[in-house]
């Protein structure tokens, strides 16, 4: 009998770290798990907005209100929009009456980085764009943009002209952190 509950000790012993191992295991693979799930979040923002600054097109837009022009790529602190830009590469595989040309903006709010899309670029202003949530717990997102003489700034278009050749002028490189 002493043997017996000997051995069963022994058991429960043994039982209850292999028990205390699993859970940690699981808890390990969980973790794992959403650390992988927030890199491949990651990495499909960074393709598309990789595959977006690579299309950039050197076309201006008219702004909602008036006849003014919006830069071809826009970029500045304090706006809804942190960077705005006309976009080439839509393809229109369903033959749609639309543009192959695309405007996209990039906004921050409190649930992280957004990609908005519209439908037409000299679009009016009662028109909603296309909202897509590309990247949750974002903080902040710093730009900088290298000007045709090599030097970084801060925001897009650098000259405050408007003329026709300036808002058509696209960056040499854009970094994004």
């Given at each position: 009998?002493?043997?017996?509950?000997?051995?069963?000790?022994?058991f429960a012993i043994v039982g209850t770290l292999a028990l205390s191992g699993y859970t940690e295991l699981q808890r390990q693979s969980e973790y794992a798990e959403q650390r992988l799930e927030r890199t491949r979040e990651v990495q499909r923002a960074v393709q598309t907005l990789g595959q977006d600054?690579?299309?950039?097109?050197?076309?201006?837009?008219?702004?909602?209100?008036?006849?003014?022009r919006l830069p071809a790529l826009l970029a500045r602190d304090g706006a809804e929009y942190q960077l705005e830009f006309t976009r080439a590469g839509w393809s229109n595989t369903a033959g749609l009456p639309r543009p192959t040309l695309q405007r996209v903006g990039y906004r921050m709010d409190q649930e992280g980085l957004w990609r908005d899309h519209w439908p037409v670029l000299d679009r009016p202003l009662a028109l909603e764009p296309e909202r897509r949530k590309l990247l949750g717990s974002v903080r902040a997102v710093r730009l900088r943009f290298m000007t045709p003489g090599r030097e970084w700034v801060d925001r897009w278009p650098a000259t405050d002209g408007?003329?026709?050749?300036?808002?058509?002028?696209?960056?040499v490189?854009?970094?994004?952190?």
């Open positions: 009998l002493m043997e017996l509950l000997v051995a069963m000790a022994i600054l690579a299309q950039v097109e050197p076309r201006p837009v008219r702004e909602p209100l008036g006849e003014a408007g003329t026709d050749a300036e808002t058509r002028v696209r960056p490189a854009i970094e994004i952190v």
